[in-house]
């Protein structure tokens, strides 16, 4: 099914490890996001991709970065994974980066113990 | 800054009942709103998109509705099902900014057999 992909669909994490999200579109999408979704605080957006070869911090980008690979594919990395990361990260795409939605991926669960 | 809220936050309906969720957001300067489900554990599905020059937007037993200049939607929820219970998220993207969606808090909702 066309869509947005997203892996691993859950992952345990020690403080202080890496680890690397990954996110594909197979829609010819040129905008991409990554979303944290936190109880009681609703998706709060960490970074975009407005297109290819470009990307830019959102509401709460502080402990990740991310790579926009190619127009497919927009990965997010924690570097140095800390508990307050704990959370649901979305991965989302759009068109163009106005009027038009968001396709969503089902989220990579996250747990760092 | 945009603020998006939702209220009730939860709400248990019976079977067949028809029912309103409601949203609100504080700057009328917007491209579009769009309402999304999602279950529980799962993605966000998108539900209707309604663009800033529109009224309503209809799709099955589903229609929303947009008054940009009192900053509230409507989506309203006919002959309500037990396969209807999920939680409803709605998203304005604002003309100014960074461009992105920015999502308010979901009402959760169960529709009782």
């Known amino acids: 099914n066309a869509g947005v992909t997203q892996t691993p669909k859950f992952q345990v994490l020690k403080t202080g490890q890496s680890m690397t999200l990954q996110c594909a579109q197979d829609?010819?999408?040129?905008?991409m996001y990554w979303y944290r979704q936190d109880p009681g605080m609703g998706l709060r957006l960490i970074y975009y991709?407005?297109?290819?070869?470009?990307?830019d911090k959102g509401e709460v980008p502080n402990g990740y970065n991310v790579s926009r690979l190619n127009k497919r594919e927009f990965s997010l990395r924690l570097e140095s994974a800390a508990p307050s990361q704990t959370s649901v990260y979305f991965c989302?795409?759009?068109?163009?980066?106005?009027?038009?939605?968001?396709?969503f991926g089902s989220g990579t669960r996250l747990t760092v113990v | 800054k945009q603020e998006v809220t939702q209220i009730p936050a939860a709400l248990s309906v019976p079977e067949g009942e028809n029912l309103v969720l409601n949203c609100s957001f504080t700057d009328s300067a917007i491209y579009n709103l769009q309402w999304f489900r999602q279950d529980p554990g799962k993605g966000l599905t998108s539900l209707l998109l309604?663009?800033?020059?529109?009224r309503e937007q209809t799709s099955g037993r589903l229609n929303a509705s947009l008054d940009k200049s009192s900053g509230r939607s409507t989506l309203y929820i006919a002959a309500s099902q037990p396969g209807d219970s999920a939680t409803y998220l709605c998203?304005?993207?604002?003309?100014?900014?960074?461009?992105?969606?920015?999502f308010g808090t979901g009402t959760r909702l169960k529709v009782l057999a």
């Open positions: 989302a795409s759009s068109p163009a980066d106005s009027v038009y939605g968001y396709t």
């Open positions: 998203a304005v993207r604002p003309t100014s900014g960074t461009y992105k969606y920015i």
């Open positions: 829609m010819n999408h040129n905008s």
């Open positions: 991709s407005a297109s290819e070869g470009t990307t």
């Open positions: 309604i663009q800033s020059s529109q």
